[in-house]
């Protein structure tokens, strides 16, 4: 309050001096206004409220790691269901990486506002304090208080009641110009203090998505750990390879009904005169952007943990969990889908009965009936399904059986 009654009686001294010189006195209704105002500084303390908000409800939606853990306790006896269990949560913390990553990015634009904001408001302010200053100045290097001086110096009553009126039309501009300059003042330090909070919020988003990211691959190392030691020990090796030639056949009738469903569509397009899909010989697109090694090739092979000779009807391509899985070819997507066995997995009609299936991806970009052309992006490599390692399993049928890969693929 001092502060600003010393400005007050600096520019009101500075206003007189003009008066005594002469200058014609500014028209209060033409007072220079600002642009930003008490409803520029109450939405500004509602961003912040609300930053504050978002701050504090970070914490809350971190994934509880070790309650997870216990929670999935009692499914280990039953690896179908352990599996199917632990996948879904796998995709909630995928889901969330996925929304921080997203907030990440909108709080990154909002910095940049933040800070044009900001930056406009200092220019403004520092306009202002020029200004007042160089008043300052100018009234120091005077010396004196005229204001009453114009009073005094009066001709006349009528001219008494004028000058009256200037001195008062000059407090009012000056208290104009000093309260511009404060509401700056107050919007560039809400500014400062937003500015600040939005980028604590931007670091504990990146600090959380790494927690995510850690609680992902914990959990996925957790899963391979277990499916191991359930296949391996020798109290569960049995029922193991049991539940596996149950799961195996399961598959085999899901992908055989799939199949079946196709032709009888088929059939009631070419009775309805329709065109129906016609693999026209072409070359296979590689399925990955990239891959490390083959883990498992083709065919009759044994089992590495069950140790017992199976048939393997496709190839596996160890690779890095998120690499794009890429359409072999032109088709359909007949299936896109999850079971315990085959993870999330997509299946895609080429025509003439051949047929591309996509297993244990983290994620899929295509749904069911979806047209995909010779290269496009369908899923990303994962580790779902009955699975102990990122790769992808990719399998092509023709007439109902499984074939070779290699008889179409070209890297």
Avoid at 56 to 83: A, F, I, M, P, W
Avoid at 146 to 164: G, Q, R
Avoid at 236 to 261: G, N, S, W, Y
């Amino acid at each position: 309050m001092k502060k600003r009654t010393r400005i007050c009686r600096v520019l009101s001294i500075l206003f007189c001096v003009t008066i005594l010189s002469g200058t014609v006195i500014p028209d209060v209704s033409a007072a220079p206004s600002s642009p930003i105002t008490s409803e520029s500084i109450r939405e500004k303390e509602n961003q912040i409220a609300q930053a504050r908000e978002d701050k504090e409800n970070l914490q809350s939606g971190l994934t509880d790691l070790q309650k997870l853990k216990h929670d999935l306790e009692s499914k280990r006896t039953n690896l179908k269901n352990y599996v199917t269990e632990l996948d879904t949560s796998l995709a909630e913390i995928e889901k969330n990486i996925a929304e921080l990553n997203r907030k990440i990015t909108e709080k990154e634009d909002e910095i940049v506002l933040t800070q044009g904001e900001l930056d406009v408001a200092l220019q403004q302010e520092n306009s202002q304090k020029e200004s007042m200053l160089s008043f300052i100045r100018l009234v120091y290097e005077m010396g004196t208080d005229p204001a009453m001086e114009i009073l005094l110096s009066a001709t006349s009553f009528s001219d008494f009641l004028n000058k009256a009126d200037y001195v008062e039309r000059i407090f009012s501009y000056q208290n104009i110009l000093l309260q511009n300059y404060q509401t700056t003042r107050e919007y560039v330090e809400l500014c400062m203090e937003q500015l600040e909070l939005e980028k604590e919020i931007l670091d504990q988003t990146r600090s959380n998505v790494k927690i995510e990211q850690q609680n992902l691959e914990e959990l996925i190392e957790q899963k391979n750990r277990d499916i191991i030691n359930y296949e391996t020990d020798i109290n569960t090796k049995a029922r193991a390879i049991k539940e596996l030639e149950e799961e195996i056949q399961a598959e085999e009738e899901v992908i055989a009904a799939l199949e079946a469903a196709i032709i009888a569509e088929k059939k009631q397009l070419i009775a309805n005169n329709g065109s129906v899909l016609k693999y026209d010989g072409g070359v296979f697109k590689f399925p990955l952007a990239t891959y490390s090694r083959i883990s498992d090739e083709y065919g009759m092979r044994i089992h590495p943990t069950l140790g017992v000779e199976q048939f393997h009807n496709g190839v596996d391509f160890a690779s890095p969990k998120g690499t794009a899985i890429f359409a072999a070819y032109d088709g359909r997507v007949v299936a896109a889908d999850y079971s315990a066995t085959m993870g999330n997995y997509i299946m895609i009609d080429h025509g003439d009965g051949l047929y591309t299936i996509y297993m244990h991806a983290s994620a899929l970009y295509v749904k069911t009936n979806d047209v995909v052309v010779r290269g496009e992006t369908i899923a990303a490599v994962g580790s779902t399904g009955r699975s102990t390692g990122s790769h992808l399993h990719f399998s092509v049928r023709l007439n109902g059986e499984y074939v070779s890969p290699w008889n179409y693929l070209s890297e």
